[in-house]
């Protein structure tokens, strides 16, 4: 289609302002007037004329309730002094919100799988709710789109049964989990709109299409658990048609609902509009007409007219009738081809300055000019006058597009200098402002030809964009729009470099006038007016934010970027290696590259280098690498920082994808010299799987580690989302997925799990586990208690020799193998190596506590606990876990006639007659211990030890005149622990082997073991104050 040019189509919006009001039309040092009460309208103090042409305006905006109180976030004030009288009352209401999880990944409506339909086809479906001809809902009768609205319903009633603990307070445009006030069930729900007091919030449910308002205490955040599945319920429109009136009437409304609600029809997609949101389409009635035949023949609707965005094609045509329209009387004249646009005015990432808005199209797109270049600007204006007042008007001038030119300003009649656009027509010309980001269409009589030494100035309008905000729906909303411009038009604002994007620098704008100084994008989202959104910066864009020194800019930091290492997604497999394994669904992996490794080992040796010379103040900025020390081993790594507090600073080690809370004075500056190796910790999830439940299970994540962790994978990146790469592993020849799902380990997505055999008493562990496998998890299950309870014991078989030789194999791997910290953050119930505090010799151990600096363990072969530093322990090896470990986890028989809490003469009591020798039974295995018949030998009288303990017991209860409670049969390691064997740490941990790592069950036996104490002299030493030792049985 060959339409007639448009000037509309090739130009920005008129400006906000004229070009000439420049920067030093702001007066810098006034202060805002002073008000006399609170809450009062502000006085527009009068524009004053200074020398020489030059006009001083300051104009104040002071919104009534545009503050907040900073602690509940919900009390709207005018000002700091109105805030101040009203504390008296608000503090007794004032509750400070709960802060966000760091971990929290809100999901909205862009996150979710929008649905593909095509063109010009015919579907079934039932409109589901109806509001208008122009808004109405469809549900398609698609089995495979039914069944997943009825896996979805499932998993959220499940995930969602229990209460929550805080009120969660969710975002616009956020896609959570509701409770519908009729049936209260649960179904996903889209925020709209949020009330002022971040009570109530009104909820489409986008699986059904209907709306209401909710409190937000019936409100989740989604669960990762819950299929990301495109929305049931189909938001169509009517094609073709509009109303008559500007809105549809009542009448209509009424009609058209009588026709369809609740009905099964024909749905023809006509096209999507808004990014796959909304459906544009024609329904066949029953009469046999299509409903926008039957809305223009009962004359509710009119045809819609043909106001679409111009397609490529369109714009391309266009610009050839632009040039045509240069050329057509271009012979003979001057093309002005040697005047070339200056080099723009650009910033490095970091730079902070005060600025004034020349021109606004939308928090993307805000044109600033920087205010310390005013004089500059002012004094190109001058000369722009002096020279344009000097040439007369030539007759044969008429500038090419691109090219630079001075132009007349229409509403100013002043001149500046401007880049030829485009030729709407033979006479008129569309220029834009190279100084002031605005355009305009002017005559061709109203350009003058420029001289050399005007284009030395560097461009002054500089693009930039709201960091960190993006817009609820498809576009910015007009209200959004209004309230912006008013809020940065006219002021000084000060703003902060973070990022790049497009050719735009991403800023932070903060409005120093207010009290207290407001951050724009805070403002834009708190308001409901924008959702946040990451700070990306692309390595192309981050390379053109280099410093450019102009005059106005004598010295200027070299800019910091970096980049991060990727996958290759187009199929190929790919050789990596774990750092950090968090779960299936998150964790973190390096190519296995011998190259960037070696690199990232010499990388080491600089950062420390450059750590020990720079003792220089540093201020960490929270999106930007710096240095960080490990405080596991003292060493430098490269960081991210994520959040910040007084003292300390939350990093990731980006090199290996570890997070945690370092002090302040442990973070250092980072040049960019170190920055060049790209980031190796590479975020991925396994694909194709997905939890039983609404977590992954400590056994999944057992087996998970024990297939990765260590070990060469060969991974095929499947999809790259904001959780990271989604991949599907190899380890050893299986597929990591399908080893988990053939172990009942995990699930397909979406897929309904299996209801589970039966499972141990305490653990639940299924049966289908090897012998070997059950021992392994079983005795990794009853390690993971911290607290051992009196009525269980640990008890070890002593084989000196074999198990001193284990010691010299443990102490000789890690001494070789002690080359660098453990970066990766062990499990609880993975088994490790440890180096106990007291002798410094290495030592098998079992991870059962993680925190944030430090591990609680407790040594295989002895059964005490202490807590170590992560630089004291390290992954152990396969060859070590042959010989089982050599304490195992036992009750005694009878045990349900025991009390909660034992007294402490029968507890010693008990104590002594282990130490000197028993004879024990294996009778059962419950699930968490070996259930154990113990009787003294016959040189000692031979009685069975539960008798004389319920003897020694009811001898105690007599002489107490408070009974004590017996537990329950059922009762097994659910009792409260009346005083733990050692203090339990945290700790990091190793990989673990559920094929290799055997602990010591042992089954049901007829002859019994003869167990004496012999200590040895390699025991690990005991801390002063415990009560466990390296002997037969250690009484706990």
């Not at 103090?45 to 503050?67: M, Q, R, T, V």
């Not at 398609?140 to 039914?146: T, V």
């Not at 001075?406 to 030729?423: G, I, M, N, P, T």
């Not at 440890?834 to 363990?857: I, K, M, P, T």
Request: charged share 20%; with cysteine; hydrophobic share 35%.
């Amino acid at each position: 289609m060959n339409r007639s040019f448009s000037p509309n189509l090739v130009r920005p919006n008129l400006p906000l302002r004229k070009p000439s009001s420049s920067p030093m039309a702001v007066s810098i040092g006034s202060s805002p007037p002073r008000l006399n009460r609170p809450c009062a309208p502000p006085e527009c103090p009068a524009s004053e004329a200074i020398g020489d042409g030059k006009s001083f305006l300051i104009i104040w905006y002071l919104l009534i309730g545009n503050f907040r109180c900073k602690r509940c976030k919900k009390m709207p004030y005018c000002s700091v002094m109105c805030q101040a009288e009203d504390w008296k009352a608000h503090r007794h209401m004032c509750k400070s919100v709960d802060p966000e999880p760091a971990n929290l990944q809100r999901v909205y409506l862009k996150d979710l799988h929008m649905t593909k339909i095509t063109a010009r086809t015919d579907i079934q479906a039932s409109v589901v709710e109806f509001y208008s001809p122009g808004r109405f809902f469809v549900l398609a009768q698609s089995p495979e789109l039914l069944e997943a609205l009825q896996v979805i319903s499932i998993n959220l009633q499940k995930t969602y049964s229990c209460p929550s603990v805080t009120t969660y307070v969710p975002c616009v445009g956020e896609v959570c989990g509701v409770q519908f006030s009729c049936d209260l069930n649960w179904y996903r729900g889209l925020v709209q709109t949020l009330a002022a007091d971040q009570k109530m919030a009104k909820i489409l449910y986008i699986d059904f299409g209907n709306e209401e308002d909710v409190p937000v205490d019936r409100i989740r955040p989604l669960s990762p658990n819950i299929q990301q599945f495109c929305p049931c319920a189909m938001e169509c429109c009517v094609a073709g048609v509009v109303p008559l009136t500007g809105k549809w009437s009542d009448e209509c409304c009424i009609v058209v609902r009588q026709l369809l609600a609740g009905k099964t029809v024909t749905v023809r997609l006509v096209e999507t509009l808004e990014n796959r949101r909304i459906h544009a389409v024609d329904i066949l009635l029953s009469m046999g007409k299509q409903l926008s035949t039957f809305l223009l023949e009962h004359g509710y609707a009119a045809k819609e007219t043909d106001d679409a965005t111009p397609t490529q094609q369109e714009i391309n045509a266009m610009m050839s009738a632009s040039l045509e329209n240069f050329k057509r009387r271009s012979s003979g004249m001057d093309d002005n081809a040697w005047a070339q646009p200056p080099e723009p005015l650009t910033q490095a990432v970091g730079d902070s300055f005060s600025v004034v808005v020349t021109h606004f199209q939308s928090p993307n797109e805000i044109i600033v000019q920087k205010l310390e270049n005013a004089g500059v600007i002012q004094e190109l204006q001058l000369n722009l006058r002096e020279h344009c007042c000097q040439v007369s008007a030539p007759q044969n001038f008429r500038p090419a597009p691109g090219t630079v030119c001075c132009a007349q300003f229409s509403e100013d009649k002043q001149w500046y200098r401007a880049k030829v656009l485009a030729y709407p027509s033979e006479e008129r010309v569309c220029v834009g402002y190279l100084d002031f980001g605005n355009s305009e269409e002017v005559d061709l009589g109203h350009l003058r030809p420029i001289s050399t030494s005007l284009l030395a100035l560097p461009m002054q309008a500089m693009p930039c964009g709201l960091a960190g905000v993006q817009p609820v729906g498809e576009r910015w909303s007009e209200d959004c729009l209004s309230a912006l411009q008013r809020r940065v038009s006219n002021r000084i604002l000060h703003i902060e470099i973070q990022g790049a994007h497009e050719g735009k620098a991403l800023v932070a704008m903060i409005d120093e006038v207010s009290d207290p100084q407001a951050n724009v994008a805070e403002l834009l989202i708190s308001a409901g007016y924008a959702a946040p959104a990451p700070i990306t910066t692309t390595n192309d864009q981050q390379a053109d934010q280099t410093i450019t020194t102009t005059a106005a800019e004598p010295h200027a930091c070299e800019p910091v970027v970096w980049s991060f290492l990727e996958i290759p997604c187009d199929g190929q497999t790919v050789a990596l290696l774990t750092s950090v394994v968090e779960n299936p669904g998150e964790f973190y992996c390096r190519i296995d590259n011998p190259t960037d490794h070696q690199r990232l080992l010499e990388l080491g040796a600089e950062l420390k280098q450059h750590c020990e010379a720079d003792n220089s103040s540093f201020e960490p900025k929270v999106g930007e690498p710096c240095c960080a020390m490990f405080p596991g081993d003292g060493t430098w790594y490269r960081a991210m920082v994520k959040e910040r507090s007084e003292n300390q600073v939350s990093v990731n080690f980006v090199d290996y994808g570890y997070s945690m809370k370092v002090e302040k004075h442990h973070i250092r500056s980072i040049k960019p010299q170190l920055l060049t190796l790209p980031f190796q910790a590479i975020r991925c999830w396994l694909s194709g799987v997905e939890p039983l439940g609404s977590e992954w299970s400590s056994e999944a994540l057992l087996w998970f580690q024990t297939l990765v962790d260590g070990e060469h994978l060969a991974a095929r990146v499947l999809s790259v989302t904001e959780q990271g790469y989604g991949v599907e592993l190899e380890s050893r020849g299986q597929n990591v997925a399908a080893a988990l799902i053939s172990e009942q380990l995990a699930k397909v997505p979406g897929e309904v799990p299996k209801e589970t055999h039966a499972t141990t008493a305490s653990t639940g562990l299924e049966c289908q586990y090897s012998q070997d496998e059950m021992q392994w998890l079983m005795l990794l299950e009853a390690l993971k208690y911290c607290h051992l309870f009196s009525n269980i014991y640990h008890l070890h078989f002593l084989d000196k020799q074999k198990l001193q030789e284990l010691m010299v194999e443990v102490a000789s791997y890690c001494s070789n193998n002690q080359t660098s910290a453990v970066l990766s953050r062990p499990a609880p119930g993975a088994a490790c190596c440890a180096q106990f505090s007291a002798d410094n010799n290495w030592y098998r151990a079992v991870v059962l506590e993680v925190n944030e600096n430090e591990l609680n363990v407790i040594y295989a072969d002895f059964g005490n606990t202490e807590k170590v530093p992560f630089s004291r322990i390290m992954p152990i090896s396969r060859h070590l876990l042959q010989i089982p470990f050599q304490i195992t986890r036992c009750t005694l028989t009878g045990k349900e006639h025991f009390p909660t809490e034992w007294p402490a003469e029968v507890q010693q009591m008990f104590k002594t007659i282990l130490m000197n020798g028993v004879l024990a039974t294996v009778q059962s295995f419950d699930g968490s211990a070996n259930v154990l018949s113990l009787t003294l030998p016959t040189e000692r009288g031979g009685g069975q030890l539960t008798a004389m303990i319920v003897d020694a017991l009811q001898v105690q209860a007599k002489s107490n005149p408070c009974p004590a409670t017996t537990q329950r049969g059922d009762q097994t390691d659910s009792s409260t622990p009346t005083a733990s064997t050692t203090s339990t740490p945290d700790c990091p941990q190793p990989k673990s082997d559920p094929e290799t790592q055997k602990g010591l069950e042992h089954t049901t036996a007829t002859t019994g073991l003869t167990i004496t104490p012999e200590p040895t002299p390699w025991t690990p030493p005991q801390k002063k104050n415990t009560n466990t030792s390296a002997v037969s049985v250690s009484g706990q």
